[in-house]
């Protein structure tokens, strides 16, 4: 099983951003598929859920309104649209994969985002 999150970087307040998460060894599509992040000291945050087929998302109260996740199962890949980044949005993001019901599973090794002018 393999996860690799893509597409972090520093980018000004107000920017843009679209993380990729690339997906192997599980059947991708038969999985929910979440977006976290983490600054130091602090607990990891569920920012995003998409569910298997793609038709239902959820996402935490910070984000809503600016972040999108989105997946592509023929391409095992799932995303994270950022847009009107905040500074407070700085953290690593991991992509998760969804095993169970209460989402034990697989995680990717993180993509560092930076919001700073």
């Known amino acids: 099983v393999q996860l690799v999150e893509s597409g972090g970087g520093l980018v000004q307040p107000g920017g843009s951003l679209r993380l990729s998460c690339a997906a192997s060894?599980?059947?991708?599509?038969?999985?929910?598929m979440r977006w976290y992040r983490q600054v130091p000291g602090k607990e990891r945050e569920l920012v995003a859920h998409?569910?298997?087929?793609?038709?239902?998302?959820t996402y935490a109260a910070s984000v809503k309104g600016r972040f999108t996740i989105s997946r592509d199962n023929a391409k095992n890949t799932v995303y994270l649209q950022m847009n009107s980044l905040k500074p407070e949005d700085t953290a690593v993001y991991y992509c998760?994969?969804?095993?169970?019901?209460?989402?034990?599973?697989?995680w990717g090794q993180g993509t560092q985002v930076t919001v700073s002018s």
């Open positions: 998760k994969a969804c095993e169970t019901i209460a989402c034990q599973g697989y």
């Open positions: 060894g599980f059947p991708f599509s038969r999985y929910d």
């Open positions: 998409i569910i298997n087929t793609g038709d239902g998302t």
